[in-house]
């Protein structure tokens, strides 16, 4: 029995806003999520600094230094097991996790997509929602499974689309609603992991 936090990785491979805001959620009072790596697989990803500026461990795997896509989840993996992580959060990872990836983290892996799912799977979203004159818009917190941004969604943040909206008006301020969804869903899902620790039970 342990109530220990739930130790998550993060894998980003941009800016690392979400990152960011995760962060100064659970480093805010008592928390039951513990970030304890950043991994990407850009080596100038600014996550990575955010996680230096603020004393995580730091590490970056390119894609190009691996022989396979194979290779390089394995390294992934390792590295996260070692970390002792329990809970993966992508947050801007630009790559997709194969099934075996997924398999080995089953339903321990979440991420956050800026659109409201099963609309607008995949890139350029915001430009998407407007084209197809979408009246509303916003993002998902799912769980992963081995398709692209199809897993089980968790939960919802939702938008009305103004007229006067523009791609970047849009993706601004669906990021707003990304840095408040994400460390709620990541805290509620945390502190059922521990409760289901606590009771001997595992998903
Ligand atoms: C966010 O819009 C997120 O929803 C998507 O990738 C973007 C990452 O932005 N998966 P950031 O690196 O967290 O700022």
Redesign the pocket.
């Known amino acids: 029995m342990s109530d220990l936090p739930i130790r998550v990785g993060v894998l ?10 995760l962060l100064e959620a659970t480093r805010s009072g008592k928390s039951s999520t513990d970030i304890v790596i950043a991994i990407s697989d850009n080596e100038g ?3 990575l600094d955010i996680a230096r500026d603020n004393s995580i461990t730091a590490q970056a795997y390119p894609r190009s230094s691996y022989a396979s896509k194979a290779d390089h989840e394995a390294q992934i993996s390792n590295a996260l097991e070692q970390a002792g992580v329990e809970l993966i959060c ?5 790559r997709i996790l194969s099934a075996d990836f997924v398999e080995r983290w089953q339903n321990r892996i979440l ?4 659109s409201l799912l099963p609309e607008f799977p995949g890139l350029n ?1 915001h430009e998407r929602a407007l084209e197809a004159k979408a009246e509303q818009h916003g ?1 998902t917190v799912h769980l992963v499974d081995a398709g692209m941004d199809t897993g089980p969604i968790l939960a919802q943040s939702s938008l009305m689309v103004h007229q006067t909206d523009t791609s970047e008006t849009l ?1 601004q301020r ?2 707003k609603m ?1 840095h408040r969804l ?1 460390p709620k869903v990541l805290h509620d899902f945390c502190d059922r992991l521990i409760a289901e620790k606590r009771n001997g039970v595992s998903v």
């Open positions: 980003l491979s941009g800016r690392g806003s979400n990152f960011g805001a990803a600014g996550g992508l947050a801007g990872y630009m991420n956050i997509h800026p979203t993002c993706a669906v990021l990304e994400y």
